[in-house]
Every structure is written in structure tokens, then in C-alpha cells.
């Protein structure tokens, strides 16, 4: 049995999903069964610029997945499946998905590609369990500038000594001088 012909505007759309996939930093695939167009617009809203939330056909999404390089998404093509194609900051989009998914349980998250590879639904809700990167990077450098204080103190430490000891030795010397030298 031959291939059909495929149509130029489905090579069109799955060469956009292709492009898409290989161009996010991660992939989170929902289903929006029950979600009303306002709810998925504040949800569209809700996840930045950075990040598009796409409603795609299985059938050409799964394509585009596997063009992309993308194996172990077959199973999650299951039913309305939207694609959120994260450009920016991969916690802050699961997080926003997250806390959406609490507002309105009619999203559910299936799960998604990150860095590649095929993630589940609970790798996902672990992802946005995380800090914000920003948060994660002031905790880095409060942890190098303690650090750095602890290393300046021990390099000081020895100058310190050496400035009291030199103290010291000139109160004893000059409480063990007679009177006379003392008053010259």
C-alpha cells in the first residue's frame, strides 16, 4: 500500500512544530479537555512571552516530535493535546502551568521533553517545585561571598597576630625600663 501524498499544508505546519521543538528549552504537553477560550487565553497570558502554548493535532505533532529527535512522547498524543514551548525560564513556565492546573483541574499535565529527553507529568511538577533561577543564583553568590569572607579573615588573621604580639612586646618592654629612661 503507497503513502499518500502529503499535504503542503500539514508539511508546512509539522515543519513548524519541528522547528519549534529543536528551538525550546522544554516542551510540556497538557490536555485541555473542559477549558473554556478565556481560560486558555489567561493561561497563554499567565505563561509569559518567552513561552507559546500551542493546541496541535496528535497525528502532526507526534511527527514534528520525531523529526526533532524526540523519542518517548508516542503515549502522551492521546487526546486534545496542547504543546507549551518554553524559550525562557523552564521552572517558571512549569510553575505557571502548576499553578494553573490548581485553579482549573480541567488541565492536566501529561508530561514533556526537557533538555531532550522525554520527561513525566511528576519530573514536570518537580521542575517547578524548584527555586527561580534568579533565586537560585542570589543563593550561589551569598554562598561564594561567605566564603570569600572566611578566606579574607584567614588571610588577616596572621597579620592580626603579628600586630598584637608587636604591641605586646612594646608595653613589656616599657613597663621594664627603670623610671629615669621612661621620663627622658
Same mark, same amino acid.
Given at each position: 500500500?503507497a503513502? $499518500? !501524498?502529503v499535504?503542503a499544508?500539514?508539511a508546512?505546519a509539522?515543519?513548524? #512544530?519541528t522547528?519549534?521543538?529543536r528551538d525550546?528549552?522544554a516542551?510540556?504537553?497538557?490536555e485541555?479537555?473542559?477549558?473554556t477560550?478565556?481560560q486558555l487565553?489567561?493561561?497563554?497570558? %499567565?505563561?509569559?512571552?518567552?513561552?507559546s502554548?500551542?493546541i496541535a493535532?496528535n497525528?502532526? +505533532?507526534?511527527? +514534528?516530535a520525531?523529526?526533532?529527535?524526540?523519542d518517548?512522547l508516542?503515549?502522551?498524543? %492521546?487526546?486534545p493535546t496542547?504543546?507549551t514551548?518554553?524559550?525562557g525560564?523552564v521552572?517558571?513556565?512549569?510553575k505557571g502551568?502548576?499553578?494553573?492546573?490548581?485553579a482549573n !483541574?480541567?488541565?492536566v499535565?501529561?508530561?514533556?521533553?526537557?533538555?531532550?529527553?522525554?520527561? %513525566?507529568a %511528576?519530573?514536570?511538577?518537580? #521542575?517547578?517545585d524548584l527555586?527561580s533561577?534568579e533565586?537560585l543564583?542570589a543563593?550561589l553568590a551569598?554562598?561564594?561571598k561567605?566564603?570569600?569572607s $572566611?578566606?579574607?579573615?584567614l588571610f588577616q588573621? !596572621?597579620l592580626? $597576630?603579628?600586630?598584637r604580639l608587636?604591641a605586646?612586646?612594646?608595653? $613589656?618592654?616599657?613597663?621594664?625600663? !627603670?623610671?629615669e629612661?621612661a621620663?627622658e
Amino acid at each position: 500500500m503507497a503513502d $499518500k !501524498p502529503v499535504r503542503a499544508d500539514k508539511a508546512t505546519a509539522v515543519a513548524e #512544530l519541528t522547528e519549534r521543538f529543536r528551538d525550546a528549552g522544554a516542551t510540556v504537553l497538557t490536555e485541555y479537555r473542559g477549558l473554556t477560550v478565556a481560560q486558555l487565553t489567561q493561561l497563554r497570558r %499567565s505563561l509569559g512571552r518567552e513561552t507559546s502554548y500551542t493546541i496541535a493535532k496528535n497525528t502532526l +505533532a507526534k511527527r +514534528a516530535a520525531t523529526d526533532a529527535g524526540i523519542d518517548g512522547l508516542d503515549t502522551l498524543f %492521546s487526546g486534545p493535546t496542547a504543546l507549551t514551548f518554553v524559550g525562557g525560564d523552564v521552572v517558571e513556565a512549569a510553575k505557571g502551568l502548576r499553578d494553573f492546573a490548581k485553579a482549573n !483541574p480541567q488541565l492536566v499535565i501529561k508530561g514533556g521533553v526537557f533538555e531532550g529527553k522525554a520527561i %513525566s507529568a %511528576s519530573e514536570v511538577t518537580r #521542575l517547578a517545585d524548584l527555586e527561580s533561577r534568579e533565586v537560585l543564583l542570589a543563593k550561589l553568590a551569598g554562598a561564594m561571598k561567605g566564603n570569600l569572607s $572566611k578566606a579574607a579573615a584567614l588571610f588577616q588573621a !596572621p597579620l592580626a $597576630k603579628t600586630a598584637r604580639l608587636a604591641a605586646a612586646l612594646q608595653d $613589656k618592654r616599657a613597663e621594664g625600663q !627603670p623610671a629615669e629612661q621612661a621620663a627622658e
